[in-house]
Nanobody
Framework: QVQLVESGGGLVQPGGSLRLSCRAS????????MGWYRQAPGKQRDMVAT???????RYKEAVKGRFTISRDNDRKMVYLQMNNLKPEDTAVYYC???????WGQGTQVTVSS
C-alpha cells in the first residue's frame, strides 16, 4: 500500500551534481526512517544514506562529504543532493523505508564524460 516514487536521475559529467527526490505515500511518513540505496550492474544493492524520524543521518563512506540526505515531512519527500559526482556513483538509486519492505522503482544516475 505504501508507494515510493523516485525522480531526478540522469546523465551528468564527472564533477557534476544531481538532486534526487522521493515522493512517499502513507500517513505515517513522519515516523519512518528513510534511506537511499544504489545498485550498479552486476553488484549488490548498497546503502548510500539514511535519515531517521529525528533527522539523524548516516552515509556510506564513499559518499561522505559529497552527498546529503534530507527530508520534508510536510510534503512527504526525501531528497539526496549529490555533488562532485564520480563515475563509480553510476547506479540505479532507490528510495527505501527502513525496517520495512517498501522500495521505489529506482532512478538511473549515470556519471560519464
Amino acid at each position: 500500500q505504501v508507494q515510493l516514487v523516485e525522480s531526478g536521475g540522469g546523465l551528468v559529467q564527472p564533477g557534476g551534481s544531481l538532486r534526487l527526490s522521493c515522493r512517499a505515500s502513507g500517513s505515517l511518513f513522519s515516523r519512518w526512517h528513510m534511506g537511499w540505496y544504489r545498485q550498479a550492474p552486476g553488484k549488490q544493492r548498497d546503502m548510500v544514506a539514511t535519515i531517521s524520524n529525528s533527522n539523524n543521518t548516516r552515509y556510506k563512506e564513499a559518499v561522505k562529504g559529497r552527498f546529503t540526505i534530507s527530508r520534508d515531512n510536510d510534503r512527504k519527500m526525501v531528497y539526496l543532493q549529490m555533488n562532485n559526482l564520480k563515475p563509480e556513483d553510476t547506479a540505479v538509486y532507490y528510495c527505501h523505508v527502513e525496517y520495512q519492505e517498501y522500495w521505489g522503482q529506482g532512478t538511473q544516475v549515470t556519471v560519464s564524460s
